[in-house]
């Protein structure tokens, strides 16, 4: 457990590896069941989004497959069970170790990324929303709003329909997980938000039709649509998708529409020579020209609010080229442009946030809920902590943390699109006549080095709970932080520029 400061005050800060999924149980219901009594259903959030309701015994289930698949000691103990029915400090005591047992089973790649897992979540996912395994269609856009529509089961699960998709489309095989499945939202003012990322525990279907329930309620804008994107980070990986046709398509119809929508900045001259060259087809000599305009390659967020030079300043997030970039939007009209490298981010986190009414007139509503901090290394003695309030602040760790694996990869030598873009869900192979548990595929992660009851340890005193709603106090450690001084301290320093 390491100690940091921010506003002067402490801040408990535990280590913690690889965070790709992020559980909280925010809140508990009393179920009733006619036949057997109530029971008490576990709300789980998964990256700060609710994605299912559980009982205690539907986990104890799955510990007992877990301990079956892999070595028992090597898992963090399972809240005991109890003779008697709870009261209501009890279940509180219940939902914190249930909590804490999901958020570090998680962290080991080898359970975080099996097939017992992950089936366990889709499963819990159909169960909560009553939905029948049946077929249907589904359909997935481009940016340009052209449709694929692809027949499913109701339960497929994210990598499934991406592979389908991708299948219709002819992409290499190699190339598919340079591409991921996005759930987009066109707002009032014509531009869209990029909600979340559907990840491989969950049925893009069933999270589709959830989350546009959940919006008509709270009436917001514009239809959510499940959309396909680049989502590699590397300009190595844009190299290889430029050698095949198909890839090559998907790259120009996603650079056009983030031209047009003003993500990727460019000149007015610049602007009509791409137009001569979409005029004449000109494909590949339009990418060359686009992969060198600013923000080529970024994810764009909407604006939100940071503290950084000042408190309750206006900004625009976009993440890529290994760095975090923001616009800022001063009261006297001015742009300026500030860049945070990744490798000097020390840390991130994410947390529930109190809005003040400076705020609430600068954001929506919604945008008041999660707060994204970093310690970012200022000069070679000074770290400093940076806030940015936005709704999509789940999505900024996530691109965050995919950039940095994408780096450890390639700093490994890693060339293969697959590995550098993914770790593919891992299967159980049949045991070795000498082993206690099955041989598993370990993917791009390479071999597991630490197991969850050594985790448990470095989480031994920490409670991640936020005091009502999902998600917050997630902290992850940056595995390619560099303090070394091996960057130049102008490189390593923010970089301002007026506009």
């Known amino acids: 457990i390491h100690f940091y400061k921010r506003h002067d005050k402490p801040l408990l800060k535990p280590v913690v590896i690889n965070i790709r999924m992020h559980f909280s149980i925010p809140e508990t219901e009393e179920q009733g069941d006619t036949k057997a009594g109530s029971y008490t259903g576990y709300c789980l959030h998964i990256n700060g989004v609710y994605h299912c309701m559980v009982r205690y015994r539907q986990l104890h289930s799955l510990h007992d497959q877990l301990r079956r698949e892999f070595v028992a000691s090597t898992l963090p103990a399972f809240p005991p069970k109890k003779l008697f029915n709870l009261n209501e400090s009890q279940v509180e005591e219940r939902r914190l170790l ?27 996912q159909q169960e909560t929303r009553r939905e029948r395994t049946e077929n249907v269609s589904l359909d997935v856009f481009l940016m340009n709003e052209h449709k694929i529509t692809v027949n499913i089961l109701t339960i497929e699960q994210t ?25 987009i939202r066109r707002d009032e003012d014509g531009d869209i938000t990029v909600v979340r990322k559907l990840q491989d525990f969950e049925s893009p279907y069933i999270s589709q039709k ?91 967020f909407r604006p939100s609010i940071t503290d950084h030079p000042e408190p309750h300043t206006r900004v625009t997030v976009a ?35 109190e809005t003040s009414n400076n705020q609430m007139g600068l954001l929506r509503q919604e945008g008041s809920k999660l707060e994204l901090s970093f310690e970012y290394l200022v000069t070679a003695e000074r770290l400093e902590w940076i806030t940015v309030v936005s709704h999509q ?25 697959r590995r550098l873009t993914r770790c593919s869900a891992k299967r159980s192979i049949p045991k070795a006549p000498d082993s206690q548990s099955p041989v598993v595929d370990e993917g791009c992660g390479g071999p597991v080095d630490y197991t969850v009851r050594k985790l448990a340890e470095r989480f ?40």
Request: net charge negative; with cysteine.
């Open 98 to 124: 249930l909590e804490k047992y999901l958020q570090l089973i998680s962290q080991d790649p080898r359970i975080s990324n099996s097939q017992t897992f992950n089936a366990f979540l889709l499963s819990a």
């Open 159 to 183: 990598d499934v329909v991406l592979e389908q998709v991708c299948s219709e489309l002819n992409i290499p095989e190699d190339l598919i997980y340079c591409f991921s499945l996005f759930l």
């Open 210 to 300: 959830a989350l546009t329930s959940t919006e008509s309620v709270d009436n917001s804008s514009g239809p959510l649509k499940i959309v396909m994107r680049k989502s590699s980070w590397d300009a190595s990986i844009d190299d290889r998708l430029l050698t095949e046709q198909t890839t090559l398509n998907l790259l120009y119809i996603q650079t056009v529409a983030d031209i047009e929508r003003g993500w990727i900045l460019t000149s007015a001259d610049t602007k009509q020579q791409l137009a001569l060259m979409q005029a004449r087809g000109s494909k590949r000599q339009f990418m060359e020209v686009a992969r060198s305009l600013k923000y080529y390659g970024f994810m764009v």
């Open 319 to 353: 993440l890529g080229k290994a760095a975090l970039n923001m616009r800022l939007y001063t009261p006297s009209g001015e742009i300026k442009e500030v860049s945070f490298k990744v490798t000097r981010m020390r840390c991130w986190r994410i947390m529930k946030t």
């Open 393 to 417: 602040a789940i999505l900024m760790s996530m691109c965050l943390q995919s950039m940095v694996e994408e780096l450890v990869r390639i700093r490994g030598g890693e060339k293969d699109p």
């Open 460 to 499: 031994s005193v920490v409670n991640m709970k936020s005091t009502s709603k999902a998600a917050e106090d997630v902290f992850v450690e940056n595995e390619i932080f560099n303090s070394s001084g091996e960057d130049s301290l102008e490189d390593a320093a923010v970089t301002f520029a007026n506009r």
